[in-house]
């Protein structure tokens, strides 16, 4: 079964760091572009990071410089390493498969087709 | 503020049609970046209702529909059920952020 279990949320002080992870079954991270979507308390989702396949990684402007995704393929999970947190980093950290093809064709924007359960970091003093 | 543009809130009643806009720019879908569909229930984690515009996974409803033109796109729920009250977000990809971006979400009630 194809699945993903996000890891290592909790609370901690504003300027403190928190490491997430998603573990992955049932495929290869290394061969998917895995995402990390945040969603604040009662709000909307929000693209936090991607690493693809070959390595890349890309960040949303609001935690470019604090935050980095990385995967470690021997244990087919990915990890958000957290760094300088601030209260309005305070979510639920969804991880998510990215694809961008289907059956033969293939789009434009990558979609997420996988996600996990998520996992919630708080931050308060 | 979030770069794609949803109505906050949509409601119908049982068995109508409901219809929920995605507005973007020329850097996203405006640019012909592909947009997708979300359902995040009460609770729960989203799920992927429409991929590449119009496409459904396994196992949604062909009550559900998408489209694009321009720079919005649309999703469509026909024959509205009481299990379909839920939030729904779109999704493209951004070329001046370099990432992918979300609707606000819409939360869609059925009276």
């Known amino acids: 079964e194809v699945q993903l279990v996000e890891s290592g949320g909790g609370l901690v002080q504003p300027g403190e760091s928190l490491r997430l992870s998603c573990a992955a079954s049932?495929?290869?991270?290394?061969?998917?572009?895995m995402n990390w979507v945040r969603q604040a308390p009662g709000k909307g989702l929000e693209w936090v990071s991607v690493?693809?396949?070959?390595?890349?990684?890309y960040y949303a402007d609001s935690v470019k410089g604090r935050f980095t995704i990385s995967r470690d393929n021997s244990k087919n999970t990915v990890y958000l390493q957290m760094n300088s947190l601030r209260a309005e980093d305070t979510a639920v950290y969804y991880c998510?498969?990215?694809?961008?093809?289907?059956?033969?064709?293939?789009?434009?924007?990558?979609?997420?087709?996988?996600w996990g359960k998520g996992t919630t970091g708080t931050v308060s003093s | 503020q979030s770069v794609l543009t949803q109505p906050p809130a949509v409601s119908g009643a049982p068995g109508q049609r409901v219809t929920i806009s995605c507005t973007g720019s020329?850097?996203?879908?405006?640019?012909?970046?592909?947009v997708h569909w979300y359902q995040q229930l009460p609770g729960t984690a989203p799920k992927l209702l429409i991929y590449?515009?119009?496409n459904r996974p396994s196992g949604v409803p062909d009550r559900f529909s998408g489209s694009k033109s321009g720079t919005s796109a649309s999703l469509a729920i026909t024959g509205l059920q009481a299990e379909d009250e839920a939030d729904y977000y779109c999704?493209?990809?951004?070329?001046?952020?370099?990432?992918?971006?979300f609707g606000g979400g819409t939360k869609l009630t059925v009276l």
């Open positions: 690493i693809y396949t070959a390595g890349g990684t």
């Open positions: 049932g495929f290869t991270v290394s061969s998917n572009y």
């Open positions: 998510a498969r990215g694809a961008y093809c289907s059956g033969g064709r293939c789009f434009s924007a990558p979609y997420m087709d996988v």
């Open positions: 999704q493209s990809y951004d070329s001046s952020l370099s990432g992918s971006v």
């Open positions: 020329t850097s996203n879908i405006g640019a012909g970046y592909d």
């Open positions: 590449g515009n119009s």
